[in-house]
């Protein structure tokens, strides 16, 4: 179950991203409404990923939430960055924004699904 909701909070956003900068002939709310759709559906990280860590171990519990949010920001801190070198670069906001969330939101579908795991760990015995 927490594959599956996770896996559902990187996929909906990414295919709305996709969505969304492809020319469908939508409007711009319709654009709104889809993008807005797929990050509400982003939300399924609750009970995927951030229920893993009292599922990994109660104990540790917010030691291990602590330690997977710093990780988790170090790409807010350089996606800012290398989204503003991108966008110099190629003069696109799909290419410079879009283009590098959907790879990323896919590669972590992949990383997810292949390797996530609830099972408690020793460390917490």
């Known amino acids: 179950v927490r594959k599956i909701c996770q896996a559902i909070s990187f996929v909906s956003p990414a295919t709305c991203m996709i969505l969304s900068s492809v020319d469908l002939g939508l409007s711009p709310w319709e654009d709104v409404v889809i993008l ?5 559906l982003s939300s399924f990280a609750l009970s995927g990923l951030y229920c893993t860590h009292q599922d990994i171990s109660p104990e540790y519990a917010s030691i291990l939430l ?7 920001a170090f790409p807010g801190i350089v996606g800012v960055a290398l989204t503003g070198y991108l966008l ?20 972590g579908t992949v990383v997810w699904l292949a390797f996530a795991s ?4 020793k460390f917490s015995k």
């Open 88 to 107: 110099d670069s190629t003069h696109s906001w799909v290419m410079s924004l879009f283009a590098p969330s959907v790879f990323f939101y896919l590669t």
């Open 36 to 40: 807005t759709g797929g990050l509400a």
């Open 66 to 72: 602590g330690i997977t949010n710093t990780v988790g």
């Open 118 to 121: 609830s099972e408690p760990r």
